[in-house]
């Protein structure tokens, strides 16, 4: 199959890529050794792959690579800068709203999402914001106490 | 300054809140190979052609490889920890839906994807028997032979048994429950069904296979680095030093990433290939590799007129699928604690680990246990009901009191199963009777509580490293899943040498230099582990003390260690190495009555209270409240507990309320998280999660384990709280509203008819 070439903002840097048809966004980001997105479920469920494409959040798994040529695309590690953590990934820590850490990325980048939208989101809108992110080791009480952390510190 | 007791952050939280945390799921090497793996379609069978031409021929395709290139290099292919039983790719015949048959080689793994369906397999399909009990009768026998591993004395007993699937057979027997119950008045039995549910890992099992100069290196997601490196020994034939294990952080485990899962198979491959190998399975995948026992639990009880059970008969059969895995294991070592935390003069257990022809089943969070308390926890609260005595007071009577002896004789020690039952009930206001309501929404409340016995006897090495600046290594092979045990261990190393936990660096399980741990399972790690970094961090100040003394300085006094090695050495120079092993004292139970004095050093207790409501019309539950107590002794890291306590209550809900794997004729038909449910953000109600006060005195700083302790009991307390608010009791999991639902019609004389 015909490899593409590709060209897209990661993180705020221009980026191009060669990429095969079949290459989702977890192929693509592995290529920069980009590694907080992660393959899980492989079906846009857990949310545990997810990105943000022009704004928007996207699952990794089901989005081919193809897509992202022309656009732009952010994921956790961008949320370090300078070697300081973001208000949201602090709160994170402070609160302890993490276990094995698989799915931590995907919640961070879901709950940065939300609090653009919505900066004082109650319990029941986080809930609703978070809903399409699954956490096996039932993290959810302390991610809830984390976004609204990370809204008090915003 | 005390830093075991103190809340603080977990050691690996930064790399996990920048993405940048190590995962084998990410792990690459150059001049790497995917392997795909192609599996069985059917249950049972033998297989008679295998067409690898088409897939061998497809465009990028490394190789193809299947049994009889496994046995080039490993002639007799089969492990497993209890038995040998496990073939690495199927030879001749396969056993269970999903079970591996031939695997493909790429360099893309998408081309390996795409090259594994053109792989042509014919069987013969045999007669196939999936339920436990059918299973027993041994009508439809699933391996010829049985062939136990001779790692365990006790499975000895089992070597060349044929025409049979019970894989072990575990009794107990204490005093004279025939007698009892042949001279009681008030008898209840009841049985109980647990169904098949999984551990789902979110980082599915991944093994990277790397050929060296000097042998080979398995970078792996697995629980048991110590395990897999001498069982991969043990197959090649070669000493335990030339296969070397490497594991970072696990996305999850829960048990069932103990044992071998990929490793046997990516070795081979890895060898045969002569380049790196890496199979990472899906989460459809998961589904086949190992699961939790589903089980079918008869249980009996002999009870007096003011409510004492006099005894209590208990029959389990747990499904182990189509290999033992860790079993007969689950099935003794759990099976000994079936009838529950009670004091009972007479009892009587026998607990069955069957083969079936399902996929495999092993460790899952609780090691068994949740299964146990599901029946005997249900099954007393209808014995309360049904005598008219409050559950709680009815437990109160019943339950094994600090130095009683346990069924199997080994006195309660350090076990607060009186005060976590009082904890549950002042939450819940348990004196304070409940209105039940009297609309289409009615309202009750159940608690359940049960016991863990720590599996035994098993050993944890750890070694502490003081390096000349004054900094601190911990090099252990006990494994940070996400548990929290890599800040728990940094907090014991620096209470004994009174640092900062920062100072401490944790070296992740790697068998060339982190030596030897049974494994990270059953809760042991705290316990077991917590012991050897206390004892070598003892060892270590201790040497640091001699080398003082060597160096002339003056006893007693607090120099720091910098100094010290300064002073002995003359400059920024040398080691101290501090090192210890724990291994618990045990007595194996008696092989006729399971009776042992000393059958396990800790006892492990959780238990759950649960307000809901139940909508008549629908069978949906909603919970009010959900109260978590557990005995864990005295928290090393107090937040970090909370979180345990609460995430295991968590998977205890999916458990109890929605996961089932559906399967029809072996086949599996939910194998995704799209209709497999696991909890959900929306799904967690009002929560409180409590350390009952109390300390484990022979464990190290007074704790013990906790991570499974609160999956124990969620799922009785809530059947018991819908018999409360309805009068309707459930007998199998998961209790889905279709379940309530068609319960209430069949209690109100109009059950739900099906279409035909």
């Not at chain 1, 990429?19 to 997105?37: E, M, T, W």
């Not at chain 2, 009815?394 to 607060?416: C, K, S, V, W, Y």
């Not at chain 2, 039940?436 to 006897?457: C, D, N, V």
Request: proline content about 5%; hydrophobic content about 40%; charged content about 20%.
């Amino acid at each position: 199959m015909t490899d593409r070439l590709i060209n897209f903002t990661l993180n705020g840097e221009a980026v191009s890529a060669t990429v095969k048809p079949y290459h989702n966004l977890i192929d693509l980001l592995s290529q920069f050794d980009l590694r907080g997105a992660r393959e899980s479920c492989g079906q846009g469920l857990c949310g545990c792959c997810t990105v943000i494409m022009d704004g928007e959040a996207v699952s990794g798994c089901l989005s081919f690579a193809v897509r992202a040529d022309g656009k732009s695309l952010s994921t956790i590690e961008y949320l370090e800068q300078d070697g300081e953590l973001s208000a949201i990934q602090k709160a994170f820590i402070d609160t302890g709203a993490l276990q094995c850490g698989f799915c931590t990325s995907g919640f961070i980048l879901m709950t940065k999402e939300l609090l653009k939208r919505n900066p004082n989101p109650t319990d029941e809108e986080i809930r609703d914001y978070l809903s399409g992110n699954l956490c096996r080791c039932g993290t959810y009480p302390e991610v809830i106490e984390a976004v609204k952390a990370a809204a008090r510190s915003q | 300054m005390n830093q075991v007791g103190r809340s603080i952050p977990r050691v690996e939280a930064r790399a996990k809140v920048t993405g940048r945390a190590e995962y084998i799921h990410h792990f690459t090497l150059p001049h790497m190979l995917y392997g795909k793996v192609l599996r069985s379609t059917v249950a049972h069978g033998r297989i008679k052609t295998i067409d690898t031409a088409a897939a061998k021929a497809h465009s990028g395709v490394h190789s193809v490889v299947t049994a009889s290139d496994i046995m080039k290099i490993v002639p007799h292919p089969y492990y497993g920890p209890a038995f040998h039983d496990q073939p690495i790719l199927a030879v001749d015949k396969v056993f269970h839906v999903g079970q591996a048959v031939a695997v493909v080689l790429a360099e893309d793994p998408h081309v390996a994807d795409a090259a594994v369906q053109l792989i042509e397999v014919e069987y013969e399909e045999l007669p196939a028997v999936f339920d436990e009990v059918e299973a027993a009768k041994n009508e439809i026998v699933v391996h010829d032979e049985l062939k136990p591993a001779g790692t365990f004395t006790d499975l000895k007993h089992l070597v060349g048994r044929k025409n049979t699937n019970i894989a072990l057979d575990f009794q107990l027997k204490r005093g004279d429950p025939d007698g009892a119950f042949a001279a009681a008045n008030r008898v209840f039995e009841h049985t109980f069904r647990f169904p098949t549910q999984l551990a789902v890992s979110f980082e599915p099992f991944v093994t990277v296979g790397e050929p060296r100069a000097d042998g080979l290196t398995l970078h792996t997601a697995s629980q048991m680095p110590s395990f897999v490196r001498l069982e991969i020994a043990r197959l090649l034939g070669w000493p335990e030093n030339k296969v070397r294990i490497r594991v970072p952080l696990l996305g999850g485990g829960f048990g069932a990433k103990t044992y071998i899962k990929l490793e046997a198979l990516v070795a081979v491959l890895a060898l045969i290939a002569k380049r790196p190998v890496k199979i990472a399975a899906t989460m459809e995948e998961q589904f086949y590799i190992i699961n939790n026992h589903p089980a079918t639990f008869r249980i009996k009880s002999a009870v007096s007129d003011s409510g004492r059970v006099i005894a209590r008969e208990c029959e389990v059969w747990w499904n182990g699928g189509a290999f033992a895995d860790i079993g007969p294991r689950v099935s003794q070592k759990s099976g000994f604690t079936a009838s529950g935390p009670y004091d009972i003069e007479h009892v009587k257990i026998d607990s069955y680990e069957i083969y079936t022809n399902l996929p495999p089943t092993g460790a899952v969070r609780g090691f068994g246990i949740p299964q146990l308390v599901w029946a005997y926890e249900s099954h007393t609260d209808i014995i309360a009901r049904d005598m008219g005595i409050d559950p709680v007071e009815f437990r109160r009577m019943n339950i094994l009191r600090e130095g009683r002896p346990h069924a199997t004789g080994t006195d309660m020690r350090d076990a607060a199963i009186d005060k976590v039952l009082d904890t549950i009930a002042d939450e819940m206001n348990w004196k304070i009777p409940l209105a039940r309501g009297e609309g289409k929404t009615r309202r009750g409340r159940g608690i359940g509580i049960g016991i863990k016995a720590s599996i035994s006897p098993t050993a944890s090495v750890a070694i502490v490293n003081i390096s000349a600046d004054g900094s601190i290594t911990l090099s252990m092979s006990t494994v940070d899943m996400g548990q929290g045990s890599d800040t728990i261990m940094s907090q014991a190393a620096a209470d004994v040498l009174d640092v900062d936990p920062g100072v401490v660096k944790i070296v992740h399980p790697d068998t060339d230099v982190t030596p030897f741990d049974v494994g990270t399972l059953g809760s042991r790690s705290t316990f077991h582990m917590g012991h050897a970094v206390r004892l070598a961090a003892i060892d270590a100040k201790k040497k640091l003390e001699a080398l003082a003394e060597e160096a002339g300085l003056p006893k007693g006094t607090n120099y720091p260690p910098s100094e010290i090695f300064k002073k002995r050495y003359g400059m920024q120079a040398g080691n101290v190495i501090g090192t210890a092993t724990y291994m618990p004292t045990y007595v194996p139970p008696d092989k006729e009555t399971g009776m042992s004095s000393d059958v396990t050093p800790n006892w492990m207790i959780g238990g759950a209270g649960v307000d809901l409501e139940v909508d008549t019309e629908t069978g949906h539950i909603r919970i009010h409240k959900l109260i978590n107590v557990v005995d864990c002794g005295t928290p090393i890291n107090p937040e970090i507990v909370r979180t345990q306590i609460s995430g295991a209550a968590i998977m205890g809900l999916g458990s109890a309320l929605s996961e089932d794997v559906h399967t029809d004729g072996g086949q599996i038909t939910n194998a995704s998280l799209a209709d497999y449910k696991i909890m959900g953000i929306h799904d967690i109600p009002a929560m409180k999660n409590i350390a009952v006060d109390a300390v484990q005195k022979n464990g190290p700083f007074g704790a013990k384990g906790v991570g499974e302790s609160a999956i124990f009991a969620v799922a009785p307390a809530i059947a018991n709280a819908i018999d409360d608010a309805i009068g309707v009791r459930l007998t199998h999991l998961p209790i889905t509203p279709e379940a309530v639902l068609r319960a209430l019609r069949i209690k109100e004389n109009r059950p739900i008819e099906d279409d035909e």
